[in-house]
């Protein structure tokens, strides 16, 4: 299967503070990604479809003005959590795919951590 | 509306013994249905995937799902558990009718394998 990478894979930072996680597909283009949030025990929650060159589609009640997702090229796509506070700490999981694909590869998952 | 059921919570198995975790799944079309694992802090490693073919479908690490139709489900099953196999598994089902390749999810449900 392709591969997906994140980094970081885990990031502490105080609030107020801003964090970027880059989630990279290295052997195959990537024209979507998707961005989920995990708590712990508990199911993926999407948060938002981004497609090449175009704005990410959020899902209902994510923020995007606090979650902001560029997806400039179609091997990178980043997830900028902005002025994070501690309910924002979680595991931010991306994955990626493209039309010659019929499911989503899946990234690590960077556990951020807000003080 | 599309939707994935994972039953049960967690599942415990003694090692060497067989193992079932049930999945079932309401779609409107035909259906793309996947099983994944998560280890702790990691991301989603997929097990294995039925998009059209054999009802019954072998996976990574010795794992197989069944595709039953008339009774829309799609349980995972390994003839001999191993202690490694404790993690956390997903059932996913590809949303068709979105028109993305957007997934929707189980719940999850935790095996514990028993030495």
């Known amino acids: 299967g392709a591969v997906v990478s994140q980094h970081p894979s885990r990031v502490i930072c105080k609030s107020g503070t801003s964090v970027k996680i880059e989630c990279r597909s290295l052997?195959?283009?990537?024209?979507?990604m998707f961005w989920y949030r995990q708590f712990p025990k508990q199911s993926l929650m999407l948060m938002a479809t981004?497609?090449?060159?175009?704005?990410?589609?959020?899902e209902q009640g994510v923020e995007k003005d606090k979650f902001l997702i560029n997806h400039a090229s179609l091997t990178l796509s980043t997830l900028t959590v902005a002025s994070a506070h501690p309910e924002d700490s979680s595991f931010y999981i991306c994955?990626?795919?493209?039309?010659?694909?019929?499911?989503?590869?899946f990234g690590p998952g960077t556990r951020l951590t807000v003080l | 509306a599309q939707s994935v059921a994972q039953p049960e919570d967690q599942v415990n198995v003694a090692e060497g013994n067989p193992l079932t975790v049930k999945c079932t799944y309401s779609?409107?079309?035909?259906?793309?249905l996947f099983w994944y694992v998560q280890y702790p802090n990691r991301g989603l490693q997929f097990l294995l995937k039925?998009?059209?073919?054999?009802?019954l479908v072998k996976g990574s690490y010795g794992f197989e799902a069944e595709f039953n139709k008339s009774q829309t489900s799609f349980h995972l099953k390994k003839p001999s558990a191993l202690v490694s196999d404790s993690a956390l598994y997903f059932c996913?089902?590809?949303?068709?009718?979105?028109?993305?390749?957007?997934?929707?999810f189980g719940t999850g449900t935790r095996l514990k394998v028993l030495a």
């Open positions: 996913a089902v590809r949303d068709i009718a979105s028109g993305t390749y957007k997934y929707i």
């Open positions: 779609v409107s079309g035909n259906p793309y």
């Open positions: 052997d195959f283009q990537a024209t979507t």
């Open positions: 981004s497609n090449e060159g175009s704005k990410a589609t959020y």
């Open positions: 039925y998009i059209t073919g054999d009802n």
């Open positions: 994955s990626g795919t493209s039309g010659r694909y019929n499911e989503q590869f």
